[in-house]
């Protein structure tokens, strides 16, 4: 069974810095691409950041561009996103999602994590 | 990376059908066939629905379907069920190597 288990969420000034974990299980991590997608506060989904399975290539939204990072860890089977410079507006909840192969979309999510940014 | 245009709202009554239209431009859902839909419950996290336009995952009930004419994609739900309430998202690969979401589209079942 796929399992995606996100970490890391709180509550951060405007300005400071938070590090989402989401460790996998149930598949061949390092075989699939991973991704991030929010969802704010009674709001939609916005896709956040993507990463590819060996890390060769990643990808942002512009508006977290040069302030989120992404990364992985193919041997603890884990995907992190390093938050800076956190703003109001990047109140969200936060997902973990796995890319199906070949198709471009996201076919497991995890929980998401809560993260508020407030003074 | 503007969002696709899905309608806010729609509704329908048991055993009926719905469609819902997503429209993005010819950078997104009109320049490949990756477009994806999801289901979310209140709480809950998105469920892929539909991805490629048209193909089922596996488990995903043959009442939703999907398809696309240019900048325009669909998803149709027949013979509504109570349990199909939820909030439905589309979703599109673009030719940016970015993906973007619909904004939403609350469906209630009447």
């Known amino acids: 069974e796929v399992q995606l288990v996100e970490s890391g969420g709180g509550l951060v000034q405007p300005g400071g810095s938070l590090r989402l974990s989401c460790a996998a299980s149930?598949?061949?991590?390092?075989?699939?691409?991973m991704s991030w997608v929010r969802q704010a506060p009674g709001k939609g989904l916005e896709w956040v950041s993507v990463?590819?399975?060996?890390?060769?290539?990643?990808h942002y939204a512009d508006s977290v561009k040069g302030r989120f990072t992404i990364s992985r860890d193919n041997s603890k089977n884990t995907v992190y996103l390093q938050m800076n410079s956190l703003r109001a507006e990047d109140t969200a909840v936060y997902y973990c999602?796995?890319?199906?192969?070949?198709?471009?979309?996201?076919?497991?999510w995890g929980q998401g994590i809560l993260v508020t940014v407030s003074s | 990376q503007s969002a696709l245009t899905q309608p806010a709202s729609v509704s329908g009554s048991p055993g009926q059908s719905i469609t819902i239209s997503c429209t993005g431009t010819?950078?997104?859902?009109?320049?490949?066939?990756?477009v994806s839909w999801y289901q979310q419950h209140p709480g809950k996290a998105p469920k892929l629905m539909i991805y490629?336009?048209?193909n089922r995952p596996s488990g995903v009930s043959n009442r939703f379907s999907g398809s696309k004419s240019g900048n325009t994609a669909s998803l149709t739900i027949s013979g509504l069920q109570a349990e199909d309430e939820a909030d439905y998202y589309c979703?599109?690969?673009?030719?940016?190597?970015?993906?973007?979401f619909g904004g939403g589209t609350k469906l209630t079942v009447l």
């Open positions: 999602v796995k890319h199906l192969s070949g198709s471009y979309c996201f076919d497991y």
């Open positions: 149930g598949f061949t991590f390092g075989s699939y691409g």
């Open positions: 990463i590819s399975d060996r890390s060769s290539w990643t």
């Open positions: 010819s950078s997104d859902v009109g320049y490949y066939n990756y």
């Open positions: 490629g336009v048209s």
């Open positions: 979703n599109s690969y673009t030719s940016s190597t970015t993906w973007v």
